[in-house]
């Protein structure tokens, strides 16, 4: 029997593992065949073990970004983050696998180019994010959109005031209510940075500027589409990442799915309302970033971004510090354009420089 020959790069990390996680349970339709990590030697080595993979990858990011080392794949999943993940995105869609992924950075930093890059190679990109995953799903023949709606969990701090948060360290930061998850985007979910960027993933996968947010607490419903004759549809499910990646996988198809799941009777009810912007200053950011619809206003959000949530995780800055570090690198570094991933590398040199230079003075 045929079976789909898959690559996952980022195998170590959290939905990394989680990938392996939901080929494990089908064996008789996947076989991994490349697997590449940063530097998690004893764990890859295990995985390599555990799914017979000759073809292991271990902190070389030349060889990742070469479509090459991907010829033996039919589908690639980029579970790796942030920044790192670019080059490999454009690797795979230049190869002839399929890409399947969770490197929203990727789009955020390069949407607009990298839309034309697929348009170039007939690839589309299916996602991993469980928000991006259900707007997939939803879609339809005309996709006459008029708003997409992103759900959010709210984060750590959801039942936090202002004043209360301001004083927050990392470590409770980390503490999410639902999900489990790496530690930098654990902190984006508490400062809804994570749903600012998703709003620009959403963008570009999509190819839809009215998109909105919503806390929705029980992260059941995962996103809505409203399309012009005013309907919604949206999709509903246990807040499990491995349901998005076992679809991204089987996609156009659906697999059988043992063990848990959703019954609304048990739930009770649905709660919606609007997030609190002045409590969550990050994703007022990314809304105005979103208006201004931008490669390079998007790369300076997402970069500073991460330099500041490392800041953070160190103990070195507070909380609002972080969305204070971004605004101030939006005014400074926003002039010019991103004509290709080498001016995004530079432009992250500068910000890091810059915010090393400035963090633990005044904001």
């Known amino acids: 029997m045929f079976k789909v020959k898959v690559g996952v ?128 799903q939803c879609l339809e023949e005309n996709n006459n959109i008029h708003k997409l709606i992103l759900t959010a969990s709210g984060g750590a701090f959801r039942n936090f005031s202002k004043e209360e948060i301001k004083e927050k360290k990392a470590i409770e930061a980390l503490q999410h209510p639902v999900w489990k998850m790496g530690n930098k985007i654990t902190i984006d979910s508490a400062t809804l940075m994570n749903k600012g960027l998703e709003l620009i993933e959403a963008r570009h996968l999509f190819n839809c500027l009215n998109i909105d947010v919503l806390i929705h607490k029980e992260s059941i419903i995962h996103s809505i589409v409203e399309f012009e004759d005013s309907f919604q549809k949206s999709v509903m499910s246990l807040p499990n990442m491995e349901l998005p990646i076992q679809y991204a996988l089987s996609y156009p198809y659906r697999l059988e799915r043992t063990g848990e799941r959703l019954k609304l009777e048990d739930i009770g009810k649905l709660t919606f309302k609007l997030p609190d912007y002045n409590k969550f200053p990050c994703l007022k950011i990314a809304k105005d970033v979103l208006k201004l619809d931008s490669d390079l206003s998007a790369s300076i959000m997402c970069l500073s971004n991460s330099e500041a949530v490392r800041l953070y995780l160190e103990d070195k800055i507070s909380f609002y510090e972080i969305n204070k570090i971004i605004s101030v690198c939006i005014e400074k570094f926003n002039h010019g354009s991103i004509e290709n991933p080498g001016d995004i590398f530079q432009l992250h040199n500068e910000i890091k420089s810059y915010i090393n230079s400035i963090a633990g003075g005044s904001l």
Do not use: M, W
């Open 9 to 136: 790069i980022g195998s170590t990390g959290s939905v990394g593992r989680q990938v392996l996680s939901v080929i494990s349970r089908h064996l008789e339709k996947y076989e991994v065949v490349l697997l590449a990590c940063k530097n998690s030697y004893d764990l890859i080595k295990k995985q390599a073990k555990q799914f017979k993979v000759s073809d292991v990858i271990v902190n070389c990011d030349e060889k990742l970004a070469n479509p090459n080392t991907y010829k033996n794949c039919d589908v690639v999943c980029n579970a790796i983050s942030d920044l790192s993940g670019l080059l490999p995105t454009l690797a795979i869609i230049q190869s002839k696998a399929r890409l399947i992924t969770a490197n929203k950075e990727s789009l955020v930093l390069y949407g607009h180019r990298l839309n034309k890059i697929c348009l170039e190679n007939n690839k589309n990109i299916i996602p991993l994010d469980s928000e991006h995953s259900a707007i997939f």
